[in-house]
């Protein structure tokens, strides 16, 4: 049995989910800068965001009075930086998301998988990690993984040709799960 081992890469910002207080449209596009206000010692933080209808913004909450001797001087230069990499930390953090009443699209989540696919007629276990906790269920991503469709995944689940591991059968993913292709699952899925 061969192992595989893909790393899932975010490319760009998914939209974040709640009501515009003008419009009443529902997603908002993350913009990947911060807003930083000093009042004396104390700091504001704010990720920007923007209606994808109307286009009006909300500064959504980072931090909020904070000491400036008490922040980290990493973070301090990844908010004056506008770091993607470190504003991505913040749009992917579950509890950081409720506390502000949003939450990711998963519909507009993109992602690309680095790694191989098994090879035919071998059977793989496969490793799956992520930086981020996706919102998505395991068995949706593999299927955007392995180019297939959610029932040919459960399909595949009922044959015994594929299976996940007791981690993996949670309703969403974490930064990582496990799961296990049989050697002919290629000759078991439909083309439609």
């Known amino acids: 049995m061969q ?8 490319h760009t910002f998914p939209r974040l989910i709640r009501r515009c207080t003008r419009c009443g449209g529902s997603l908002y596009e993350i913009s ?36 400036r001797a008490a922040l980290d001087p990493q973070d301090l230069r990844g908010y004056l930086d506008n770091d993607p ?6 749009v992917f953090d579950p509890v950081f998301l409720a506390r502000n009443h949003t939450s990711l699209d998963p519909g507009t989540l993109e992602f690309t998988r680095q790694g191989e696919l098994p090879a ?9 990690s992520c ?20 029932s040919q995944i459960r399909r595949l689940a009922a044959l015994n040709l594929l299976a ?3 981690t993996a059968q949670r309703p969403k993913a974490e930064t990582h799960f496990t ?14």
Not at 179 to 192: E, G, K, M, S, Y
């Open 3 to 10: 192992t595989l081992r893909w790393t899932l890469r975010v």
């Open 32 to 67: 990947g800068r911060f807003r930083v206000n000093a009042n004396g010692k104390r700091l504001d933080v704010w990720l920007v965001c923007r209606c994808e209808a109307c286009k009006t913004i909300w500064n959504l909450p980072v931090l909020t009075r904070i000491g």
């Open 85 to 90: 990499a470190f504003a991505l930390r913040y």
């Open 120 to 128: 035919a007629g071998e059977d793989a276990q496969i490793e799956v």
């Open 131 to 150: 930086a981020y906790p996706l919102p998505l269920s395991c068995d949706r991503i593999a299927a955007r993984c392995l180019g297939l469709s959610r």
């Open 164 to 166: 996940f591991t007791e």
């Open 179 to 192: 799961f296990r292709l049989a050697a002919d699952w290629q000759n078991t899925v439909d083309p439609h």
